[in-house]
């Protein structure tokens, strides 16, 4: 089945403790994305990736870092984690980024820092 | 900065009733897309417009492009309790800066059995 994994589907950490979200996908897509969702400001896109060891900012990059060092894996990494990075956490995955192509999204990543 | 904006925020109607969504814009998009949301899932694509007034059906939903490509709209017919969920429309990003999707802030669309 095509999908996108992200894991873990929900984590509570203390601030500034490292962690990473992992995301996969099984689709050979070269554009992979993180984005964050918050109630009233709907989604917003962290970092992006055109393909292998190709990333970018995007509308929020502020505090997380990511890789991408194989074309199915796009960790998000929040290397000192604070309470306004709570929220949902989406990876989502396309054959390529443009005006025709859909997104597929994984089912999300809880995430609460306390 | 392309900004997306739906309407109405949120809506409750009963079971069979019809119902237009909207999302708008001030900026020309290449193309329009429109994704459902269920809660603690992710976003699930329904559909692509990318011509100008082009019409799509999926069922009882009805997809439009508007002529300038600055607005697409949602009309839903006789709506089914299995049509809830948050709809977000999404277009990619144009003239530099990032790449992707940039999306409106949803649709909470509630029907009532």
């Known amino acids: 089945e095509a999908q996108v994994t992200q894991n873990p589907r929900y984590l509570i950490t203390v601030t500034g403790k490292k962690l990473t979200v992992t995301c996969s996908q099984n689709m050979n897509h070269e554009y992979m994305s993180w984005y964050r969702q918050d109630p009233g400001l709907g989604l917003r896109q962290i970092y992006y990736s055109m393909n292998v060891e190709v990333t970018d900012k995007g509308d929020v990059p502020e505090g997380y870092k990511v890789s991408r060092k194989e074309k199915r894996n796009f960790p998000l990494i929040l290397e000192s984690p604070s309470p306004n990075q709570t929220s949902l956490y989406f990876c989502a995955s396309s054959f390529k980024p443009g005006r025709i192509y859909g997104y597929t999204f994984g089912s999300g990543t809880r995430l609460t820092v306390v | ?113």
């Open chain 2, 1 to 113: 900065t392309q900004l997306l904006e739906q309407s109405p925020q949120f809506l409750s109607i009963q079971e069979g009733e019809n119902l237009t969504v909207y999302c708008n814009s001030s900026s020309v998009f290449s193309s329009l897309q429109w994704y459902r949301q269920e809660p603690g899932e992710g976003p699930v694509l329904l559909v692509t417009v990318v011509t100008g007034g082009e019409v799509k059906k999926l069922k009882r939903l009805t997809f439009q492009f508007g002529d300038a490509r600055k607005d697409s709209s949602l009309h839903i017919t006789a709506a089914q309790p299995g049509d809830t969920g948050l709809y977000l429309c999404a277009g990619p990003y144009s003239g530099g800066g990032a790449d992707g999707l940039t999306f409106g802030k949803g649709t909470h669309l509630i029907i009532q059995p």
